[in-house]
């Protein structure tokens, strides 16, 4: 079983998925789409998208409702964080998003 949970609200097309293992410390906005949550060492632990369907190309509404797995991965250099999200669901093949983000402000949870 992945560590990594999720949750879609399709009404408001609002996908997160983050590491069940972690504990965020403190989150990062990235253009008004992307909510970074970070570890103690300031390692991503979860990602927050918002508009999905519109925001990350390959994703849509349909395969969002059905997802039944999720990985995460992350590297991180300088202000940049590559974000390579992994989503399975049903009756479709595995799709794979990577995600660049320029981290600009930290919002302290």
Do not use: H, W
């Not at 990350?56 to 969002?64: I, M, P, S, W």
Request: proline share 2%.
């Amino acid at each position: 079983m992945s560590r990594f949970k999720f949750s879609y609200n399709e009404k408001q097309d609002i996908l997160y998925v983050y590491d069940n293992s972690k504990e965020a410390k403190f989150s990062s906005d990235s253009q008004g789409l992307f909510i970074i949550d970070f570890d103690k060492v300031n390692k991503p632990v979860g990602i927050e998208i918002l508009d999905a369907s519109k925001a990350v190309y390959g994703l849509n509404k349909k395969l969002l409702k059905s997802i039944e797995d999720a990985n995460m991965q992350s590297m991180t250099k300088g202000n940049i964080i590559s974000i390579l999200l992994t989503l399975k669901s049903k009756g479709c093949a595995a799709v794979s998003a990577s995600i660049p983000i320029a981290v600009q402000q930290q919002i302290k949870t």
